[in-house]
């Protein structure tokens, strides 16, 4: 086990860690793994954690997770062992008593593989992917078989699957490309609008996430009275091992569906070639160059026109429509370059000729993973006999979710499903959307089919009213001009200078800290439960452009419980440590609550011995901060402990502390002034650009 295992294990940070490795001579040495990174035998610290009354027990989660990264088969091998007896701890439960109670361990290993495949087949069918469940490989693993189904009755077995699998996603963040459940719900949502969808394929299923959302919206539209059929659940992935984790997470997770998943290359080896499915879901690997298109020129799939190398998103795409009944719905999520490279121009243009594109959606950036890049939704028809007139719906969520509440770290999904979802529904019911500037337009695809036929929805969009119209404008104005005299009024007289450099006896904080005079707190740490509410994150980018807090705290893993977050109190003073600057901000009651965000040290004074802008306003000193910062490295690091205040009595130091009040009011006055005259002058350039405004 590594030394993040350790921290879960004794429910500390990887830093206490680090510590007792230095701090301790009996602490147990490394068996494995690198110098940076290395590995202990789960016994030997099991032992010591105990010898030093830091664990009274190993939680039985822990056990059967370190039981797993430990197999010697490796963990995927152990995870499909683990989900296999699950499912039959599941399905089975009494015949998994009586063979657990009535066999010693080499026995119940050696009779496991008949059973384990006797409830595969019949949950999963013939050529389920979960193989090698054989005699010889489950040998070693009685311990792990035994520990995860008192698993399944401590925890049930779908929630067990659950946090193994977490984990195991988790810690291989870069071995596998998740689908965010955000995107995920939106698309089994859409694909949903024309009725309930009794078969459901994902031709590139990943972990499951698209399917799992298309069981729980058929779910969610039987509860709404739209009628519950059983659902059949189809899904191919070419990774073997991921495609047998995902049939054991859908077959637990989703016990009134049937569950088809096959491990092959889809594009080539089709698992599915006679399947006529109600929906299809798929968040297709992007920018393949590797994809079959040597071998697949005269496939029947490519009925829209053969993709070129470059285009594999395309390839996809027609995939997914030979996949579906008439009538029948695909979304995919694309890149957006698919919607305007000229190299799949020609397949766009027979897409839009023959009705099969319906929507595109484009997406705010940070949707899925490329996180920075805006991905688009394709909302495809299969065509029937009698297509309808060729029209496109182009929606474009991005600045919805912009100025959203959930903060630029992370688009706010109700706004940005709400706005989606009810444009398809509408299109699909209406045939076309009344147009709104900025956001959604239904077009004619006979006026898209350019040379370029470019899909990207903001290059078809009106803009919206500048800046909110003339009237606005005027707003902004009076607001300008009535924070400039302000601004005026708030600037500092700099007359009435002292005689010469002051010689106060100086403190430094860590001294304070040391005294008891302030508590000292590191931001960056924090996650929130899944399901739950969450403060905003105050962030290095809002302390040094006097923002509201912005940022957004990431969910806990599945793997554990959510950690708790700094949260700010009034009057505690915010210091960023990276990046040169003298700044430092005293908080507000607006401010209040809001949790510690990275790159930040908090400060709490002790209001019985330090004024907090007294404080605030004597770190912000340029020279306090050179002597203060580290330059070692290509990032400027303040270390906040080495600042220096002067040592003052309280009176002196309120006096201090108002002055630099008012400076910080003269501050925030003129980064207001900055920003609207900013937003005036943009908007009366789009005003007269638009025609709203006119130049007299």
């Known amino acids: 086990m590594t030394a993040a295992g350790i921290a879960r294990l004794a429910g500390v940070g990887r830093a206490a860690v680090s510590n007792w490795r230095r701090r301790h001579a009996d602490f147990p040495k490394p068996v494995g793994g690198t110098e940076t990174s290395p590995a202990f035998a789960l016994r030997d610290i099991e032992q010591w ?26 963990a995927a091998a152990a995870l499909r062992q683990a989900g296999a007896v699950l499912l039959l701890a599941h399905d089975r439960p009494a015949a998994w008593q009586q063979l657990r109670a009535a066999a010693d361990d080499a026995e119940l290993t050696g009779v496991l593989p008949a059973v384990l495949d006797s409830v595969l087949a019949a949950r999963l069918g013939p050529g389920h992917p ?37 984990r195991h996603l988790d810690a291989n963040p870069r071995q596998y490309t998740l689908t965010p459940p955000g995107p995920a719900a939106l698309m089994a949502e859409l694909a ?7 078969t459901v394929l994902d031709p590139a299923c990943g972990a499951g ?44 997770g989703v016990p009134d569906a049937q569950v088809r998943v096959r491990a092959a290359d889809t594009l080539r080896a089709d698992a599915f070639p006679e399947l006529a499915a109600d929906a299809v879901l798929v968040h297709p690997p992007f920018n393949e160059r590797n994809w079959g298109h040597d071998e697949l020129a005269y496939d029947a799939r490519w009925e829209y026109g053969f993709p070129a190398r470059t285009e594999s998103e395309l390839a996809w795409v027609q995939h997914a429509l030979a996949r579906l009944r008439e009538g029948g719905t695909a979304v995919l999520l694309m890149p957006p370059a698919a919607a305007s490279r000229r190299s799949g121009r020609r397949i766009r243009a027979d897409l839009l000729r023959r009705g099969a594109l319906r929507a595109v959606i484009a997406l705010p950036a ?32 991005a600045e919805l979710a912009a100025g959203a509440p959930a903060g630029r770290d992370k688009p706010d999904w109700q706004t940005v499903r709400a706005t989606a979802v009810e444009a398809w529904r509408t299109f699909d019911r209406d045939g076309g959307v009344e147009e709104r500037p900025g956001v959604r337009r239904s077009l004619a695809a006979i006026d898209l089919l350019d040379d370029d036929v470019d899909l990207a929805p903001a290059r078809h969009l009106p803009p919206p009213a500048a800046a909110g119209g003339p009237a606005e404008l005027a707003r902004v104005r009076e607001r300008l001009t009535t924070t400039l005299a302000r601004t005026t009024a708030l600037t500092p007289r700099s007359d009435g200078g002292a005689a010469g450099p002051a010689r106060w006896p100086l403190t430094t904080v860590g001294e304070l800290a040391r005294a008891g005079a302030l508590v000292l707190r590191a931001g960056g740490a924090g996650t929130v439960p899944a399901g739950g509410t969450a403060p905003a994150v105050l962030t290095d980018h809002d302390v040094i452009g006097g923002g509201a807090p912005s940022g ?26 990276l990046g040169g600057g003298a700044v430092a901000r005293v908080a507000d009651d607006g401010t209040a609550g809001a949790a510690l965000g990275r790159n930040l040290t908090l400060l709490r004074p002790d209001p019985a011995a330090l004024d907090p802008w007294f404080l605030a306003g004597f770190l912000r000193g340029t020279a306090n901060n050179r002597r203060a910062s580290s330059y070692a490295s290509t990032a400027t690091r303040l270390d906040v402990r080495r600042l220096q205040l002067p040592r003052l009595p309280l009176a002196d130091q309120r006096r201090y502390g108002q002055r630099f009040r008012d400076l910080a009011a003269f501050e925030g006055a003129l980064r207001l002034t900055a920003r609207l005259g900013e937003q005036l002058v943009q908007g009366l350039h789009d005003g007269l650009t638009d025609g709203s405004v006119a130049p007299d």
């Open 209 to 252: 996430a698209l399917l799992a959302a298309a069981r729980e919206r058929a779910a969610e539209g039987s509860d709404a009275g739209e009628g519950a059929a059983p659902v059949t659940l189809y899904g191919q992935e070419a990774d073997a091992d991921l495609a047998a984790l995902t049939a054991l997470r859908l077959a637990l």
């Open 552 to 577: 957004t705290l990431p969910e806990a893993p599945a793997s554990g419980p959510a950690e708790e977050p700094v949260l700010l109190q009034a009057g505690d003073v915010v210091v960023p440590v």
């Open 192 to 198: 949903a609008v024309a009725g309930p969808s009794g």
């Open 49 to 74: 954690l105990r010898d030093q009354g830091k664990l009274a027990e190993v939680p039985l989660r822990e056990r059967v997770w370190q039981q797993l990264v430990g197999h010697p088969a490796g």
């Open 130 to 166: 979960v193989r090698g469940l054989t005699r010889e490989a489950l040998a070693p693993s009685a311990a792990l078989v035994r520990a995860t189904g008192d698993l399944a009755a401590a925890d049930g077995a779908a929630a067990a699957y659950d946090f193994l699998l977490g």
């Open 366 to 397: 940070g949707a899925a993973p490329p996180n920075g890049v805006p991905l688009h939704l394709w909302v495809l028809r299969k065509p029937g006999t009698t297509p309808p007139a060729p029209q496109l719906l182009v929606v474009d969520t």
